[in-house]
């Protein structure tokens, strides 16, 4: 028996700190690993105008958020899902969550005309609110629709939309609005609408999570067919009243979805359009000298043409240099997030941990997918970032914390001490 001791040592070790999804363990350590090599890389030029030449300044600052992203996710990981599945407490955090947001409208930090991020006073480090907000909205609609599994797919999500519906049956309407409507959505619209302002596509996504999570659980089609329409004719109204008195970045939205009138054009949007031509310009020239098997670490030319290497375009930055084969292998390991998350999600069993796990893998791998169309020129630039390798710290932080959440419940699930009550079914 004397033999076996240091490996059961080992193990206990890995159990601890490490249980969960093994394989999600992995891939989160190989996007790390390669969020360092990118950085290092397309930072070079930076470093030289804006770190004194000190050219591993953006590789540690990329490295120590990684470690504080990592003790996050470690100590999130342990947690049992049911201490924070309570409803006050979700509540506490989406409320906190949207006030961060709405402050940085007051005291912002402000980029390219819009608010985003928040300085921390002493330190000052900034981070951006849209991220915490995102995680708290998919544990408060999970929680909403949990509660909701026995009758949510015989009940509408909507009531009556017009004057007559409402007089035909007035306290249907009543009992709809105030039972579903506003309890399932509310929150939906809320934090969109905080998110729209200043960022359209990461609104975009946050609504396309949702309405997949409400499909799984189990709102009934129709019901999700009147919310689309009647999110696309608000959104077109919106932005049209936005875009006519010259609020917040509509121009450059509409620029940028190729609708605009050409004549009507500010300077300022003009010089924005012109950028983000040049940005798919360049990132065309650094996917077509990649190649199948890239330049090699450290050997770009494009570094210091290629706008936002760093971040926006960071997927094209890795097709120069890793060629065909390493971006192949970028885009599959954020299909193996997904896949893992669906291997979770389906042996949970029950609403609120599947439907968190189901919107959190979503959120990164949606996020992941528009980096890469926007960086090989099939999508209009939109200014996200590829999660847990491009330069950032809120971001990674946020990140980080979200797969610790997916790993938490994925070790419940393995030591089978998920709650499962029979009323949260998603398979009745």
């Known amino acids: ?111 390219n005309s819009a608010s985003r991020w928040i300085r921390i006073p002493l330190i000052g480090v900034t981070f951006q609110p849209s991220d915490f907000l995102r995680i708290a909205l998919i544990a408060i609609l999970a929680r909403q629709l949990a509660k909701r599994q026995t009758n949510i797919h015989r009940m509408p999500l909507l009531p009556a939309l017009t004057l007559r519906g409402w007089r035909k049956n007035p306290d249907k309407n009543f009992n709809i609005l105030t039972n579903i409507t506003i309890p ?80 009507s054009k500010t300077e300022q949007v003009k010089a924005q359009g012109e950028d983000d031509d040049l940005q798919q310009e360049q990132a065309r020239i650094a996917i077509a000298s990649g190649g199948l098997m890239g330049k090699g670490p450290g050997n770009s030319t494009q570094r210091s043409n290629l706008p936002h290497s760093y971040s926006d375009f960071a997927y094209a930055f890795i097709v120069e240099e890793y060629g065909l084969i390493g971006a192949s292998l970028m885009l599959f390991l954020y299909l193996c997030i997904f896949f893992r998350g669906i291997v979770t999600f389906r042996r949970c069993g029950t609403a609120f941990p599947g439907l968190l796990v189901l919107g959190l893998c979503l959120m990164i791998t949606f996020q992941a997918i528009c980096n890469m169309l926007v960086s090989v020129c099939l999508f209009p630039v939109t200014g996200q970032t590829l999660p847990l390798v491009s330069l950032g710290g809120s971001s990674i932080v946020f990140t980080c914390l979200a797969l610790g959440l997916i790993l938490g419940i994925s070790r419940q699930v393995k030591e089978e001490s998920l709650d499962r009550p029979r009323k949260e079914s998603l398979l009745e």
């Open 1 to 111: 028996m004397q033999p076996d001791e240091p490996h059961n040592e080992q193990q206990g070790f890995f159990d601890r700190f490490f249980s969960g999804d093994r394989v999600l363990w992995v891939i989160i350590a190989i996007l790390s690993i390669a969020s360092l090599l990118v950085i290092y890389s397309s930072t070079a030029s930076m470093a030289y105008r804006k770190a004194g030449g000190d050219t591993a300044h953006y590789f540690l600052q990329q490295l120590k958020f990684i470690v504080l992203g990592f003790a996050a996710m470690i100590a999130v990981h342990r947690i049992d899902y049911q201490r924070y599945a309570r409803p006050r407490f979700l509540s506490f955090v989406f409320v906190t969550a949207l006030l961060f947001m709405l402050l940085t409208f007051f005291v912002g930090v402000n980029l």
């Open 184 to 263: 399932v959505l509310g929150p939906i619209v809320i934090a969109c609408a905080a998110i729209f302002i200043s960022n359209f596509s990461t609104a975009a996504i946050t609504f396309c999570t949702c309405l997949i999570m409400l499909y799984v659980g189990r709102v009934r089609v129709r019901e999700l067919w009147r919310l689309v329409a009647l999110v696309f004719v608000t959104m077109v109204c919106a932005v049209s009243v936005m875009y006519a008195f010259n609020i917040g970045r509509s121009h450059t939205w509409v620029n940028r979805l190729g609708i605009g009138d050409m004549m």
